[in-house]
């Protein structure tokens, strides 16, 4: 059983910082692209910000220049550090991690961890 988990979201005022984490955890041959992405209610899930198992990474528009996505292949997980935040950028933010299985390939979703900006 595959299983991702986020951690690191809160309340953070505008113009500050959070860092999220998410840890993928059971048994999978590897890992090939791994993203954040982040809904509010009413809305669809947006894409934030990916990085494949080469580092080619993309971001929204809406977070270049502000958010930051890295991987630690070693471990397994990615982080998503987010600067100068907006409130805006308040919303549910979800890992999503694309997973070889031995065979095939298939994505994964954590549960989620909230994020709130907000003074």
């Known amino acids: 059983q595959v299983q991702l988990v986020e951690s690191g979201g809160g309340l953070v005022q505008p113009g500050g910082s959070l860092r999220l984490s998410c840890a993928a955890s059971?048994?999978?041959?590897?890992?090939?692209?791994m993203a954040w992405y982040r809904q509010t209610p009413g809305k669809q899930r947006e894409l934030v910000a990916t990085?494949?198992?080469?580092?080619?990474?993309n971001y929204a528009d809406s977070v270049k220049g502000r958010f930051i996505i890295s991987r630690d292949n070693a471990k397994n997980m990615v982080y998503l550090q987010m600067n100068s935040l907006k409130p805006e950028d308040t919303a549910v933010y979800y890992c999503?991690?694309?997973?070889?299985?031995?065979?095939?390939?298939?994505?994964?979703w954590g549960q989620g961890t909230q994020v709130t900006v907000s003074s």
């Open positions: 999503n991690a694309v997973f070889n299985l031995f065979g095939y390939v298939t994505d994964y």
């Open positions: 059971g048994r999978f041959f590897s890992i090939n692209a």
């Open positions: 990085r494949d198992s080469g580092g080619t990474t």
